[in-house]
């Protein structure tokens, strides 16, 4: 169980032992921080016998009944002779406010909506999860400052189950998150099951994953949600106060339904073997009716399936090459006096538009849907920066923000090896509890215009339920405190609340990074006999080191500058605050050959013009190696290499395929030409231009997943920058780096 000061806040004020008078809200260990709070009094014993008395004949009151009970193992009861929880419905309260009172008699939970009545829950059960059978009192009366506070899944580029799904709609509940944006087809996979078109599924639902040139082949991949898997999904997400808004992506991200059925698109082959790349393709849906009735088709199932007043159709990255070069394309703008290809996609959105108003639903869909004139009654999410949003509530549309880079979980949490594959923008918990929703160049009627917020998790570099968990939380928790509030508050507060809220969500099933709370170690000043270490995290702690092998402890010594430390020695760290430890913790030994290690995450990229951590494609089971480079030109520096009595070089490097689409104008830089066939390793001295003083061959790779190459050295003294690039006359595999090893006479 993690122990933090909001832990023992927790257990002081679940024990009664709090002193009378009113404390802010900041005291108390829920997540999100309610917007007014006072504490006072010793409140009631919570045991087994206490009972729910719900609001009969309100179904929002029951379902949250139904669910406090589930959480807390309580029954339910028509009435009671002593302390009960009791539902009360109230009217004048926001959309989705409640108040809690707790006092000696009990809890109740008032509220004038089914939202209200489950947050109010969740609020109980929070301050109820403790470990203690006393509930303090307390007067709470809470509302959200957005009515959209969500999270959005790819489940296309990599497919997650419906038990996963569950556990992330219960995290998002026990945040009080309300919606879960689900994009359900893209390029690389078709996730839910039409039946009328079983090719979506039979065909485009799977995939043969890349490989690099001569590695094993792989199991195919995919899934798909069968209608009645929605329909529960869909049934238990509104039981939490939550809906769900389905994605179905066009006018592009059309390649999962175009392999299953080409006459959808504009009557280009699809080569076979390219379907598993990433990035952009350029397939799109034509604009024939026959398409068009497949596209209505096709919605008309999902909003059967989805209650949502909002139906998500994409609208992003179009790539307009196949419209252009399509006669019968070129021949309907004409028709339609339509001179622009953006325009055609504006028409074409504006047509599902119609549809999708007819039938009663709003459409909403990413913010290209602005070029070329906005479909009329179109609800903008913005994902490149803020600037969409801004545009679309100035001309009066609502909008949601879901900006990148800033709220793309995709991104890395933390600088380690330890975080796996994403995106190399590092986009920390603080950044997301920093972001702010409201862009101050917008007018308070049109700030009006912005429903609300959410993270994003694309999954190109997300494979599995667990890696999804840890790229998701906790950064969404903090997310989830700015969307209720408005804005993030103390980040040090918000980090004490966190924790017992980690401890919820692991009971959940769902596992958080770590990588705010875990010592991270940078070596230096290299010499013989020893080096410098720094420490360091995320978020404000102590930290505590032992050098004799042992666990770390409140007692132990306290980091405050970089050590100095002769070698060899085992160097244990882990981050408290006050006498409790933090998630996490550093243990790594340090001999002669350790402190001359770089992995490629300390190593520099020598330039970062699209930087990923790539997972590597072996072995078909089990942990997978990931490496860091810049795609478009792999190339690392370590920094200042200790040379002095250095005589060869170890190098781990593997190789991957480069399954990338490149039509958003980026292009690889040129490599050196390879002098045997596979192409070389090579390694300058003093940066990039300078002397070449290693050449491995390829060739002696022979492993599907991490080999390492060695070449002696010439003798230097002092330290010099060294550069490793790889030469070659193709860029598949993209070959890669893992680490590098000095190894002394």
């Given at each position: 169980m993690l122990r933090s000061p909001a832990r023992a806040l927790l257990a002081l004020l679940l024990a009664g032992a709090a002193s009378p008078g009113a404390a802010a809200a900041p005291e108390l260990p829920l997540l999100p921080l309610p917007r007014t709070a006072t504490v006072a009094g010793a409140g009631f014993r919570l045991g087994s016998d206490v009972p729910i008395i719900a609001l009969r004949g309100n179904a929002g009151a029951e379902r949250a009944a139904a669910w406090l009970n589930q959480q807390l193992g309580l029954k339910k009861a028509a009435s009671a002779g002593g302390p009960s929880i009791r539902f009360v419905r109230v009217s004048g309260l926001p959309k989705d406010g409640y108040r809690l009172e707790t006092r000696a008699d009990g809890a109740t939970i008032s509220a004038g909506d089914a939202g209200g009545f489950l947050y109010g829950a969740v609020t109980l059960w929070q301050l109820a999860s403790g470990g203690s059978d006393r509930v303090q009192a307390v007067k709470i009366e809470d509302s959200p400052r957005f009515a959209w506070r969500g999270f959005m899944l790819d489940s296309a580029r990599h497919f997650q189950s419906p038990d996963y799904i569950k556990k992330l709609i219960d995290a998002m509940a026990a945040h009080k998150l309300n919606t879960l944006h689900w994009h359900l087809v893209d390029d690389q996979g078709w996730r839910i099951e039409i039946p009328k078109y079983p090719k979506l599924t039979a065909v485009g639902a799977w995939r043969s994953p890349a490989t690099a040139p001569g590695a094993p082949p792989l199991p195919k991949v995919g899934g798909f949600y069968t209608q009645a898997q929605i329909r529960e999904i869909v049934a238990y997400a509104a039981a939490r106060n939550i809906t769900i808004v389905p994605e179905i992506e066009m006018p592009g991200h059309a390649l999962s339904a175009i392999r299953a059925y080409p006459e959808l698109g504009p009557g280009n082959p699809v080569p076979p073997g390219i379907t598993a790349d990433w990035g952009v393709y350029t397939y799109l849906y034509n604009v024939e009716d026959s398409t068009f009735?497949?596209?209505?088709?096709?919605?008309?199932?999902?909003?059967?399936?989805?209650?949502?007043?909002?139906?998500?159709?994409?609208?992003?990255?179009?790539?307009?090459?196949?419209?252009?070069?399509?006669?019968?394309?070129?021949?309907?703008?004409?028709?339609?006096?339509?001179?622009?290809?953006?325009?055609?996609?504006?028409?074409?959105?504006?047509?599902?538009?119609?549809?999708?108003?007819?039938?009663?639903?709003?459409?909403?869909?990413?913010?290209?849907?602005?070029?070329?004139?906005?479909?009329?009654?179109?609800?903008?999410?913005?994902?490149?920066?803020?600037?969409?949003?801004?545009?679309?509530a100035k001309a009066g549309h609502d909008t949601v923000l879901a900006a990148s880079p800033m709220l793309y979980l995709d991104h890395l949490q933390g600088t380690t090896a330890a975080e796996g594959p994403g995106r190399n923008k590092v986009i920390t918990l603080e950044d997301y509890y920093r972001f702010d929703p409201l862009p101050d160049t917008l007018t308070e009627d049109q700030q009006r215009h912005v429903l609300g917020l959410q993270a994003a998790l694309f999954t190109e570099h997300v494979r599995g339920d667990a890696r999804a968990a840890y790229m998701t939380f906790p950064r969404l928790s903090a997310l989830a405190e700015v969307a209720w509030r408005g804005e993030g508050g103390d980040f040090d507060d918000f980090v004490d609340r966190l924790l017992p809220q980690i401890a919820r969500l692991e009971k959940i099933g769902i596992t958080p990074a770590k990588s705010a709370f875990t010592p991270v170690a940078s070596v230096s000043n290299v010499s013989g006999d020893g080096a410098t270490i720094a420490l360091s995290t995320q978020v404000k702690s102590e930290i505590r080191y032992t050098l004799d092998g042992s666990s770390p402890t409140p007692a132990s010594p306290l980091y405050a500058a970089p050590l100095p430390l002769r070698i060899p020695t085992t160097l244990r760290a882990a981050a408290f605050r006050g006498t409790t430890p933090l998630p996490g913790s550093l243990e790594r030994r340090l001999d002669p050959a350790s402190i001359r290690r770089r992995d490629d995450r300390e190593l520099r990229q020598c330039t970062s013009t699209l930087v990923l951590a790539l997972e590597d494609d072996a072995p078909a089971d089990g942990p997978r190696a990931n490496f860091l480079s810049d795609i478009l030109n792999p190339c690392w520096i370590y920094d200042a290499a200790p040379l002095e009595s250095v005589t060869r070089i170890d190098v781990d490097v593997g190789q991957v395929p480069f399954n990338f689409q490149l039509n958003n104008g980026r292009t690889l830089a040129p490599r050196p030409t390879p002098r045997t066939a596979a192409g070389e390793l090579e390694i300058r001295i003093d940066g990039c231009e300078g002397e070449r003083i290693a050449s491995i061959p390829l060739e002696q790779v022979k492993s599907p997943t991490i080999t390492r190459l060695s070449a002696p050295i010439p003798a230097n003294t002092g330290a010099h920058d060294l550069c490793f690039t790889f030469t070659g006359r193709s860029n598949n595999p993209h070959w890669t780096i893992a680490a590098v090893q000095l190894v002394t006479r």
């Amino acid at each position: 169980m993690l122990r933090s000061p909001a832990r023992a806040l927790l257990a002081l004020l679940l024990a009664g032992a709090a002193s009378p008078g009113a404390a802010a809200a900041p005291e108390l260990p829920l997540l999100p921080l309610p917007r007014t709070a006072t504490v006072a009094g010793a409140g009631f014993r919570l045991g087994s016998d206490v009972p729910i008395i719900a609001l009969r004949g309100n179904a929002g009151a029951e379902r949250a009944a139904a669910w406090l009970n589930q959480q807390l193992g309580l029954k339910k009861a028509a009435s009671a002779g002593g302390p009960s929880i009791r539902f009360v419905r109230v009217s004048g309260l926001p959309k989705d406010g409640y108040r809690l009172e707790t006092r000696a008699d009990g809890a109740t939970i008032s509220a004038g909506d089914a939202g209200g009545f489950l947050y109010g829950a969740v609020t109980l059960w929070q301050l109820a999860s403790g470990g203690s059978d006393r509930v303090q009192a307390v007067k709470i009366e809470d509302s959200p400052r957005f009515a959209w506070r969500g999270f959005m899944l790819d489940s296309a580029r990599h497919f997650q189950s419906p038990d996963y799904i569950k556990k992330l709609i219960d995290a998002m509940a026990a945040h009080k998150l309300n919606t879960l944006h689900w994009h359900l087809v893209d390029d690389q996979g078709w996730r839910i099951e039409i039946p009328k078109y079983p090719k979506l599924t039979a065909v485009g639902a799977w995939r043969s994953p890349a490989t690099a040139p001569g590695a094993p082949p792989l199991p195919k991949v995919g899934g798909f949600y069968t209608q009645a898997q929605i329909r529960e999904i869909v049934a238990y997400a509104a039981a939490r106060n939550i809906t769900i808004v389905p994605e179905i992506e066009m006018p592009g991200h059309a390649l999962s339904a175009i392999r299953a059925y080409p006459e959808l698109g504009p009557g280009n082959p699809v080569p076979p073997g390219i379907t598993a790349d990433w990035g952009v393709y350029t397939y799109l849906y034509n604009v024939e009716d026959s398409t068009f009735r497949f596209l209505e088709n096709v919605l008309t199932d999902v909003m059967a399936l989805f209650p949502s007043p909002y139906i998500h159709i994409g609208g992003d990255e179009a790539v307009m090459t196949q419209w252009k070069q399509s006669p019968a394309t070129q021949a309907k703008m004409r028709s339609l006096g339509i001179t622009d290809e953006h325009k055609l996609q504006s028409w074409f959105i504006t047509r599902m538009e119609k549809f999708l108003n007819a039938k009663g639903r709003k459409l909403i869909g990413w913010d290209e849907i602005l070029e070329g004139g906005i479909a009329p009654n179109a609800t903008v999410m913005s994902w490149r920066g803020i600037d969409g949003a801004i545009v679309a509530a100035k001309a009066g549309h609502d909008t949601v923000l879901a900006a990148s880079p800033m709220l793309y979980l995709d991104h890395l949490q933390g600088t380690t090896a330890a975080e796996g594959p994403g995106r190399n923008k590092v986009i920390t918990l603080e950044d997301y509890y920093r972001f702010d929703p409201l862009p101050d160049t917008l007018t308070e009627d049109q700030q009006r215009h912005v429903l609300g917020l959410q993270a994003a998790l694309f999954t190109e570099h997300v494979r599995g339920d667990a890696r999804a968990a840890y790229m998701t939380f906790p950064r969404l928790s903090a997310l989830a405190e700015v969307a209720w509030r408005g804005e993030g508050g103390d980040f040090d507060d918000f980090v004490d609340r966190l924790l017992p809220q980690i401890a919820r969500l692991e009971k959940i099933g769902i596992t958080p990074a770590k990588s705010a709370f875990t010592p991270v170690a940078s070596v230096s000043n290299v010499s013989g006999d020893g080096a410098t270490i720094a420490l360091s995290t995320q978020v404000k702690s102590e930290i505590r080191y032992t050098l004799d092998g042992s666990s770390p402890t409140p007692a132990s010594p306290l980091y405050a500058a970089p050590l100095p430390l002769r070698i060899p020695t085992t160097l244990r760290a882990a981050a408290f605050r006050g006498t409790t430890p933090l998630p996490g913790s550093l243990e790594r030994r340090l001999d002669p050959a350790s402190i001359r290690r770089r992995d490629d995450r300390e190593l520099r990229q020598c330039t970062s013009t699209l930087v990923l951590a790539l997972e590597d494609d072996a072995p078909a089971d089990g942990p997978r190696a990931n490496f860091l480079s810049d795609i478009l030109n792999p190339c690392w520096i370590y920094d200042a290499a200790p040379l002095e009595s250095v005589t060869r070089i170890d190098v781990d490097v593997g190789q991957v395929p480069f399954n990338f689409q490149l039509n958003n104008g980026r292009t690889l830089a040129p490599r050196p030409t390879p002098r045997t066939a596979a192409g070389e390793l090579e390694i300058r001295i003093d940066g990039c231009e300078g002397e070449r003083i290693a050449s491995i061959p390829l060739e002696q790779v022979k492993s599907p997943t991490i080999t390492r190459l060695s070449a002696p050295i010439p003798a230097n003294t002092g330290a010099h920058d060294l550069c490793f690039t790889f030469t070659g006359r193709s860029n598949n595999p993209h070959w890669t780096i893992a680490a590098v090893q000095l190894v002394t006479r």
